[in-house]
């Protein structure tokens, strides 16, 4: 009985072995291709949040690739850093424009309405 049992491990562990070595008529696996980085971010407008969480990065051997993620990040930050002038743009003028307005006399003067009163 144990010579029996023997025999069948033996052959089972050889069909085994043969079957994932030989791989029957199957090529050998194809090399796997690595990821390019396709920009998915538009280039004729601005960045917009819907496109930062649609942005998926290439995974590399050993965690996401430094330069598709430098790029990525230089990219976003030179569009807040656009954004941000323009903010601080709109937001001296909007001051400018109050200040003339206050300091103007005529505040509350009607259309039509002389100032000499």
Do not use: H, N
Not at 32 to 60: I, N
Request: a negative charge; proline letters at 7%.
């Amino acid at each position: 009985m144990f010579l029996f049992l023997l025999i069948a491990m033996v052959v089972v562990v050889a069909a085994v072995t043969l079957a994932v070595v030989g791989g029957g008529d199957s090529a050998v696996l194809p090399e796997a291709s690595p990821e390019q980085f396709v920009d998915p971010l538009p280039v004729t407008r601005p960045v917009g949040r819907a496109d930062v969480e649609a942005l998926r990065l290439p995974v590399g051997a050993r965690g996401y690739r430094m330069a598709d993620v430098d790029d990525v990040l230089s990219r976003l930050g030179a569009e807040l850093a656009e954004r941000d002038a323009r903010i601080a743009e709109l937001e001296s003028a909007l001051a400018g424009a109050q200040a003339t307005a206050v300091s103007s006399p005529d505040l509350f003067k009607k259309p039509g309405e002389e100032t000499g009163r």
